[in-house]
């Protein structure tokens, strides 16, 4: 892999440095953010947190200040040619990097990790496969394959581990369509994935899983070079104008094909089990299943899966909240404690499928507000809208403090869900 590759794919760097109380979730409260954030509810909305390497940075709370800096285009994503703290090891300063490349010269594809104009050329490139009308056409497929699971789980028996039985599935079969990656390969891309964005690993694992990861996409990019198929990746190993490198070819897809199921699975497993534990809201949405858009949508806010948020470096003085952000300066949005933010959402901390519907910042802001989120929400509403109706007494099947939690990693959710259900139900 290329060093402007290695700078850019380590965001499980944040959840190794920052503050475990602004991280681990409470096994009593595990919907809530970290008890570190909600002890700073009543805090100033924008406010300096010491790093566990010794760099500091500033958090935001508050809805509109973190709006403000995804928003601001003198906050870069660019990890090329900015030192983010949360990337520091002890004792390095952050800030622009002396010998990073002028504008022009990245060769990698992770787009994520750009500013315009390269974030704007290689994302323009995926705008158009991504658009709310190609997605809702995708809807019928992927009610084929809910159902398909569901059934499968009911004629296995009456209890299953909800997450490679169902959460998982959906979106990775939707995504490996998508991209033209064979399903059968799916089990040694999320296996590698998982290691790779877990904060617990060995440095080691994490990176011969990474480079595993990579050396399994560059097969993929080269097959699809020298046969094309009806997928997104061939068409943009072929179709792109200017044509794409194949590192940046490999990078893009990295992205699209670890965020196209990480996220998604792991918001449907924390989703259903959110759920099951709130009772008189899976009650309501059994009544009246019309409010399943409303439904996906407060569980995104609600339980945010994001950790921590996102981080973005200062290019200048920028002032956020009534507080000076110094040039160089890492800012990190606390998307979980963002959306819960009681100047804009009424009772954050209750999980109300009848919400009106209000911005959130589940997807993020701006520029690099997320591609995939149609599907995402499209996956979220058939994944929910499939398991409630076909298994209407949906139970969990251990104690609540029996269900490990995904604290270890970068995307919030649960490792496993095991889940119960009558016979014939």
Known sequence: M??????????IAMVGVLPPDLLERDRDRPFDPAPGLLERRDAPAVAPVELRNGARAWLVTGFEEARAVLADPRFSSDRVRHRDATQLGPGESGGTVPDAPPPGERTDGMFVFMDPPE????RSLLVGQFTVRRMRALEDRLTEIAVEHVEAMRAAGTTADLVPSYALPIPSLMICELLGVDYADRAEFQENSAVALNA??????????AGALYSFIAALVARKRAHRDDDLLS????DADPALTDAQLIDVAL???????????????????????????LAA????????????????RFLSIIQLGVSRVATEDVEVGGV????????????????RDPRHFPAPDHLDVH???????AFGHGIHQCLGQQLARIEMRVGLRELIARLPDLRLAVPREQIPLRNDMLIFGVHALPVAWSEGS
């Open 2 to 11: 290329s060093s402007e590759h290695e700078q850019t794919s380590s965001p």
């Open 119 to 122: 974030h704007t050329r290689l």
């Open 200 to 209: 617990a690993a060995a440095p080691e694992a994490r990176a011969a899983a």
């Open 235 to 238: 068409g943009l190993a072929h």
């Open 255 to 281: 992205v699209l094909l670890g965020a196209g199921h990480e996220t998604t699975a792991n918001m449907l497993g924390l989703g259903v089990y959110a759920l099951l534990e709130n009772p008189e809201q």
């Open 285 to 300: 949405l059994r009544a009246d299943p019309s409010l399943i858009d409303e439904a996906v949508e407060e569980l995104l």
């Open 324 to 339: 000076t952000i110094p040039a160089g300066d890492t800012v990190v949005v606390a998307t979980p404690e963002v959306n």
């Open 355 to 361: 919400r009106e519907r209000t911005p959130h910042l």
